[in-house]
Structures are given as C-alpha cells and as structure tokens.
C-alpha cells in the first residue's frame, strides 16, 4: 500500500511539473531562418533548452508572411503535454523591462527596425507616416493613383508619364532632357521683335 501511494505521489509530481512546462518562458539560442524555426533556453525550468520548434506566423500559403526573433529575444512558447519540450511552437515575443515597447500610445499601431526605420498609424489623428533614415524606397505597379494633394520637399525623378487634374507649383528649378525651364525664360524672354515690323502674312 505504501508502495502505492509513494509511486502515486511521484506520478502526480511529475504531471505537475509536466503542466508547469506546458506554457513557458524563454529566450532564442538558436535560428533557423529557411526552416522558421527557433531553439529556446527555459530560464524557469532549469535553463533547459528546447529542441527546434516552429514559430507561429500569421499566413504561410499564397499569402506568406515572414518575421522570425532574434537571438536573446523572449518567446513564449506552447508545448504537447506529455512530450516532452521537443514538442511545440513559439507563441511569438514579449516585452520585458529590457526590451520596452517603443511607444506608449494605444492610438497608434507601430513597426520599428534595428537600422531605425519606422512605420505608424495614428488613428486619432488620421496620420501614416513611414521614416527611412537611409536606403530606398521602391514602389513598383502597373498604375498608381494619388487621390489628394502631393507636396514633395526634395528632388523629383520621373522615368514614366505624369497625369495630373490639378496644377503643378515648384519653389525650385524644372526642367526635361533638353533644358530647364529657366533656361526657355532666358531665351524667349531676351528676343525683342522689331514691332515696327508686321507679322508675316498667313498663306491661303
């Protein structure tokens, strides 16, 4: 009986350190980028480390959509109850009091990059804004419409056919392949016809 209640004691022991790993806390130790996956070390279970585990995206067939943590970031991962910590998948990152939120703003909804570069939205002001500090900014389509004014603070390169409805203002230099703009004002503007001469007349 004793026998009994003794391997007892250590089943329910062990299902309860079973469940205590079911949902856990760790940080990346390893990548696999072709495979998205990620090794994880399990501070709250004896720094044990998992085996590679997939990491939960959004989408993965036709619309496809690829992030995956970085090493020393904090995942949350889901295991297979019973499996061991071989078996699971990455929830995805938290927050910490390391790794603070870049923002504190429940209006906005915000995407930050290590090189700097930000994308927001800020619905309570009905603002998008994008911010590069470096690199290029490519959008390719067979058409783009701009429905709204367009105010461009710098150089403006066309390699295709600008349509507008509304009127086209510069504070600075127009030009095309042959000349600026300022450079017809210099020609047009110092020839003087001889006003004493009549125009030419028009042939039937």
Same mark, same amino acid.
């Given at each position: 009986?004793?026998?009994?209640?003794?391997?007892?004691?250590?089943? +329910?022991?062990?299902?309860?350190?079973?469940?205590?790993?079911?949902?856990?806390?760790?940080?990346?130790?390893?990548?696999?980028?072709?495979?998205?996956? /990620?090794?994880?070390?399990?501070?709250? @279970?004896? *720094?044990?480390?998992?085996?590679?585990?997939?990491?939960?995206?959004?989408?993965?067939?036709?619309?496809? +959509?690829?992030?995956?943590?970085?090493?020393?970031? $904090?995942?949350?991962?889901?295991?297979?109850?019973?499996?061991?910590?071989?078996?699971?998948?990455?929830?995805?990152?938290?927050?910490?009091?390391?790794?603070?939120?870049?923002?504190?703003?429940?209006?906005?909804?915000?995407? $930050?990059?290590?090189?700097?570069?930000?994308f927001h939205y800020d619905q309570d002001q009905h603002h998008c804004?994008?911010?590069?500090?470096?690199?290029?900014?490519?959008?390719?389509?067979? @058409?783009?419409?701009?429905?709204?004014? /367009?105010?461009?603070?710098?150089?403006?390169?066309?390699?295709?056919?600008?349509?507008?409805?509304?009127?086209? @203002?510069?504070?600075?230099? /127009?030009?095309?392949a042959v000349r600026a703009m300022s450079g017809d004002r210099d020609?047009? *503007?110092? @020839?003087?016809?001889?006003?004493? /001469?009549?125009?030419?007349?028009?042939?039937?």
């Open positions: 009986m004793l026998d009994r209640l003794i391997k007892l004691a250590q089943r +329910i022991t062990d299902i309860q350190s079973r469940l205590e790993r079911l949902l856990a806390c760790g940080e990346v130790v390893d990548l696999d980028p072709v495979g998205h996956r /990620v090794k994880l070390v399990l501070p709250g @279970h004896d *720094n044990v480390q998992t085996d590679w585990l997939p990491v939960i995206s959004r989408r993965a067939l036709g619309v496809q +959509i690829y992030t995956i943590p970085k090493m020393g970031e $904090q995942c949350w991962a889901l295991f297979v109850p019973f499996s061991g910590m071989e078996r699971g998948v990455v929830l995805g990152a938290t927050y910490n009091d390391t790794d603070t939120p870049p923002i504190d703003n429940p209006a906005q909804t915000w995407m $930050q990059f290590e090189d700097g570069t930000t804004e994008l911010n590069m500090p470096a690199g290029t900014l490519v959008i390719t389509a067979p @058409h783009t419409t701009i429905n709204g004014d /367009v105010q461009v603070n710098g150089n403006t390169i066309m390699d295709g056919t600008l349509d507008t409805t509304g009127n086209i @203002h510069s504070d600075a230099e /127009v030009s095309d020609i047009y *503007n110092t @020839h003087d016809h001889d006003k004493s /001469v009549p125009p030419p007349a028009k042939t039937q």
